[in-house]
């Protein structure tokens, strides 16, 4: 909690997105498929360093954690990096442009299935969306 703490948020909105992010408040995004983890302070320092490194400031951290929490307990490596590198090589959006992408649809880097039309049932983890 205290990395959140940190970035200004209060208690209870650091509550709030630590349990949409590690499945203990029920959100769309992981559907009934997260299982009830306890949060991992080192992750969620991790978590917010990437997101750094992607060039967010600490108040865009807050419009990101705002309107997608979840992203907190997302796979670093698997999930977050990999989006980005995708974000990157497939669609040419790096640096000041993925910074907007990120603060307008902060999710895209969640995204882990892509049906290609064929719906899965997944839409709010879907590429089909971006």
């Given at each position: 909690m205290e990395p959140l703490?940190?970035?200004?948020?209060?208690?209870e909105e650091a509550d709030a997105f630590l349990g949409k992010a590690f499945g203990w408040t029920h959100t769309p995004y992981w559907g009934e498929g997260k299982a009830k983890v306890m949060a991992d302070c080192n992750t969620v320092v991790k978590i917010?360093?990437?997101l750094r490194e992607l060039g967010l400031s600490n108040s865009d951290l807050?419009?990101?954690?705002?309107k997608f929490p979840?992203?907190?307990g997302c796979k670093l490596e698997e999930e977050l990096r990999s989006n980005a590198l995708i974000l990157n090589r497939t669609w040419g959006i790096s640096g000041n442009s993925l910074q907007r992408l990120l603060l307008r649809n902060p999710k895209v880097l969640g995204y882990n299935v892509d049906c290609r039309g064929d719906c899965m049932a997944q839409c709010t983890r879907c590429w089909v969306r971006f």
């Open positions: 703490l940190g970035l200004g948020f209060s208690e917010l360093d990437f807050l419009i990101v954690l705002k979840e992203v907190l």
